[in-house]
């Protein structure tokens, strides 16, 4: 499978626990992006790279959480302190970040569905 | 800053009618428009985007789309829908970097 790939799939965890989620982009997509989405809504941003460097955040995106792409390839999200509005699916892309007719296409991953207890 | 409207949150519709599901978008600069697709357990599908060019985009699965720049819209059209095509449907705008997506429309295809 050459799409992206999210782990875990599901994480259940209690109220004040740290939780961390990975993204594996597709092979040479030099961008990846995460966002969030909650039920009855669309997926809303929160921060993307271009290769490591973590290039926008969004508001949405407090203190308790960080975001690394270390060596340009997979990403991870970190939740410190989880609160209850945390619960959510967390949905990473991956895009080329060529010019051009496919340029920037925005693929997406299965989610990883956080419940926060 | 960015937005989308998706007017129809839910749509019901028997198999073979017509589907049209509208979309507007607010942006300022050159616009990238996309549908995204979510099959029932699946993730996130792109059905179809407009960059430049041609206004009338056509995507996967007997999927349109019509960009009509004085109307700020980008609706989905699709002559004849199939019980397959239950989902649930995203339009989104990209501005720099980041999709801003509408908060979607559940389709129901009846067979």
């Known amino acids: 499978d050459t799409g992206v790939s999210q782990n875990p799939r599901h994480k259940i965890t209690k109220r004040g626990q740290n939780v961390t989620f990975r993204c594996d982009p597709i092979s040479e997509h030099n961008r990846l992006y995460w966002y969030r989405q909650t039920l009855g809504q669309g997926p809303e941003f929160l921060t993307y790279f271009q290769n490591e460097a973590q290039l926008e955040k969004s508001r949405l995106l407090s203190d308790r959480f960080s975001a690394e792409r270390p060596k340009g390839s997979f990403s991870t999200l970190e939740i410190q302190r989880t609160e209850q509005g945390d619960s959510a699916m967390y949905l990473c892309a991956s895009s080329l970040g060529a010019q051009g007719l496919f340029a920037d296409t925005q693929y997406f991953g299965p989610g990883t569905r956080l419940t926060v207890l | 800053a960015q937005s989308v409207s998706q007017h129809n949150h839910h749509v019901i519709l028997s198999e073979a009618a017509s589907l049209e599901l509208g979309c507007n978008y607010s942006y300022g600069g050159t616009v990238n428009l996309f549908w995204y697709v979510q099959y029932p357990g699946q993730h996130l599908q792109l059905l179809l985007k407009?960059?430049?060019?041609?206004?009338l985009v056509k995507g996967i699965k007997g999927f349109e789309a019509e960009f009509i720049k004085s109307k700020f819209s980008f609706n989905l059209r699709k002559p004849s829908v199939q019980w397959s095509d239950t989902a649930e449907y995203f339009c989104?705008?990209?501005?720099?970097?980041?999709?801003?997506f509408g908060t979607g429309t559940r389709l129901l295809v009846s067979p």
């Open positions: 407009y960059f430049s060019g041609d206004p």
């Open positions: 989104a705008v990209r501005g720099f970097q980041k999709l801003v």
